[in-house]
């Protein structure tokens, strides 16, 4: 079982920058593809960065260039940081961890943490 907790979240004027933070328990974090996602009000959750177990990164095609994802193996963290913020990016993020076996994979989700931003 992997548990995750993000911090970071706030209020923040457009242009201004915010670092999300997701911590994992257990000792398989090293295993885990690790994502974070948002959810704006009347919007389906969607995914805005992902960094693989190898350190392979993707991001959603609105938040290149502006946010960062990377992830800390040592101490079961992910980080997204994001910068020149815009309102259109106000949502619920959230941190997903995917792991992968063969024939099984399952997933965790975080409890979410807010972001404002104000223009």
């Not at 990164?57 to 502006?66: L, M």
């Not at 910068?83 to 992968?100: G, Q």
Request: charged share 15%.
């Amino acid at each position: 079982q992997v548990q995750l907790v993000e911090s970071g979240g706030g209020w923040v004027q457009a242009g201004g920058s915010l670092r999300l933070s997701c911590a994992a328990s257990g000792s398989i974090f090293s295993r885990l593809i690790m994502s974070w996602y948002r959810q704006a009000p009347g919007k389906q959750r969607g995914m805005v960065a992902t960094i693989t177990t190898g350190g392979s990164t993707n991001y959603e095609d609105s938040v290149k260039g502006r946010f960062t994802i990377s992830r800390d193996n040592a101490e079961n963290t992910v980080y997204l940081h994001l910068n020149n913020l815009k309102p259109e990016d106000t949502a619920v993020y959230y941190c997903n961890a995917v792991l992968i076996q063969p024939g099984w994979s399952r997933d965790y989700w975080g409890q979410g943490t807010q972001v404002n931003v104000s223009s």
